[in-house]
């Protein structure tokens, strides 16, 4: 059996609280909490956000383009393709950026082609699906994000 995390902390918890009630019960006081290390590095916030907000609206534009090739309509295939693609890209680009991997800039530089694929795909349907307007908007913006990345 493996302990997860979530165990491991019920664990400590549950360690500390032992600690203190028998440091009370020995009429001496439980030493003050301290407070969490702070992290030595940061996440790229906006990066995460973008990759985030892309993998929302994907999902949507997905789902639109399965319901619409559902009908024999073939017109979304291109649009369900490169979504199709981008989607796992941006899970591994939201991935690593929270990890602040040292991987995030190669991965930022083909996630950007990758979401401007998307986003042209997505642009020829914008004005007639909405789903397919925000999933080229949201693509756009991680895109760009991606590109500053890269480039730094």
Avoid: Y
Wanted: hydrophobic residues 40%.
């Amino acid at each position: 059996m493996t302990m997860t995390r979530r165990d491991a902390m019920t664990v400590a918890a549950g360690g500390a609280a032992v600690l203190s009630l028998s440091a009370l019960a020995q009429g001496k006081s439980p030493a003050p909490a301290k407070e969490p290390a702070k992290a030595a590095w940061s996440i790229n916030e906006t990066l995460l956000t973008a990759a985030l907000d892309c993998i929302k609206a994907g999902e949507t534009c997905l789902d639109h383009c399965i319901r619409t090739l559902s009908t024999g309509d073939k017109s979304m295939a291109e649009c369900a393709g490169t979504v199709r693609a981008m989607l796992p890209m941006c899970h591994a680009l939201a991935e690593l950026t929270r990890l602040n991997s040292s991987h995030v800039k190669a991965l930022a530089a083909v996630c950007a082609k990758v979401c401007r694929d998307c986003e042209a795909a997505c642009k020829k349907h914008q004005n007639h699906h909405a789903e397919c307007k925000a999933c080229m908007e949201s693509c756009q913006k991680c895109a760009a994000e991606c590109e500053k990345v890269a480039a730094a």
